[in-house]
Structure formats: C-alpha cells, structure tokens
C-alpha cells in the first residue's frame, strides 16, 4: 500500500518503512506526526481525494532534525565591479512512515523500526573518536622515538668496531714499517763491514 500526502506545500509518494525528508516541523525527535492531507491512497483499491481522502492516515516518526548542505548563490553584474557570494542551509525534518491507514480501515504498518538521530549523540561520539585516533598517534610516535633512540646505540657500537678494527691495522702497519726499517739497517751496517773489511784486506 502507498499514499500520497502533502505537507510544506510539497507532495510525496511513501510506503510503509520508507524515510522522507519534509520541510521543517516543530514536532520534537521520537515524536509521532499525523500526517492528514492524504490526497491519494493506492494498493489492492485505490482512493483518490476530492482534495483529501477522508478517514485516511500517514503515521510518521521524526527521526531527524538538522539542515540540508550548503548550496552557494553567486551574483556577478558585468563591467559594475559588482560580485556577491552567499550560502544558504535549508533546514529540513526526517520522518519514518511507521503505518498507512485506509479508508477502510486496512493498515499497512513498517517490518523496521525507526533509528532516531542525536545530533548532539553523534557530535559526542565523534568526539570521542577523534581523542580515541589522537591517543593512537602519539603512542605511535612514543614507540618510534624509542626505536630510534635504540638505534643510535647500535651505531655507537659498531662505531667502536670500526676504530678498534682501525686501531689493529694503524699498529699492524707501525710494526711493518719498524721491522722493514731494522732490516734495512742490519743490511746497512751488514755493507758497512764488508765494505771496511774489503779496504783492510787491499792494504
């Protein structure tokens, strides 16, 4: 079963369960809203008001209240220096069709149930999201600073290695050179005699 009802100078076509967004109402979240300018109602019989379907009904639930986006308005007059930006939010009520009733009395009532909308719920919440992600970051941070302070130790060592292993090959290299400069002097002193010995033995 459907119907068509009209409400803020607007017609809509609902269904038993469906969500329609509707001008603005004064009604309060949770409440239930009778909706009385049924103009027509269809299904196994169809009844079509002259304006309205009398004995008919559309019960709904406001399940929210909040403004539609933004929509900006730009004007521009030419050659006039002439130029204005303006937004507008149109505030705009939810409604849950919990039942339809005909003429008749035959009623058609929603398989779910209506989910109400908080805003001031939803901005908590999100809240509470947001600190929820902020304290993940700076654990993550925490822990990178540690790992990175961690690391530097490592390098130190490694560090010491390289001196230490520095340290072997500068002495390793000293040792050479003294053993090669010995050598080379034993060999000096080694000529030295012969070279003596040699003028001795000509005299």
């Not at 009209?6 to 967004?21: C, E, I, L, P």
């Not at 309205?52 to 929210?64: D, G, L, M, P, S």
């Not at 600190?131 to 925490?142: H, P």
């Amino acid at each position: 079963m459907y119907a068509i009802v009209k409400t803020g100078g607007k017609q809509y076509k609902v269904q038993a369960g469906d969500t329609v967004r509707v001008e603005k109402l004064a009604n309060e979240l949770g409440s239930e809203v009778n909706l009385d300018e049924v103009l027509v109602i269809g299904g196994a019989k169809t009844f079509i008001g002259q304006p309205t379907v009398q004995n008919a009904k559309v019960t709904a639930i406001v399940t929210r209240q909040t403004k539609a986006p933004k929509v900006l308005v730009f004007k521009k007059k030419r050659r006039q220096g002439y130029r204005k930006m303006q937004g507008h939010r149109q505030l705009f009520t939810e409604l849950f069709i919990s039942e339809i009733t005909s003429p008749e009395g035959e009623i058609s009532k929603a398989s779910n149930s209506a989910v109400i909308v908080d805003p001031q719920k939803k901005a908590e919440r999100m809240a509470k999201l947001a600190e929820a992600k902020k304290e993940a970051k700076a654990s993550g941070k925490k822990t990178e600073k540690k790992a990175a302070k961690k690391k530097p130790a490592a390098k130190k060592k490694t560090a010491a290695k390289k001196s230490a292993a520095k340290k072997k090959t500068v002495a390793k290299k000293k040792t050479a050179a003294k053993k090669k400069t010995a050598a080379k002097k034993k060999t000096a002193k080694k000529a030295a005699t012969k070279k003596a010995t040699k003028k001795k033995s000509s005299k």
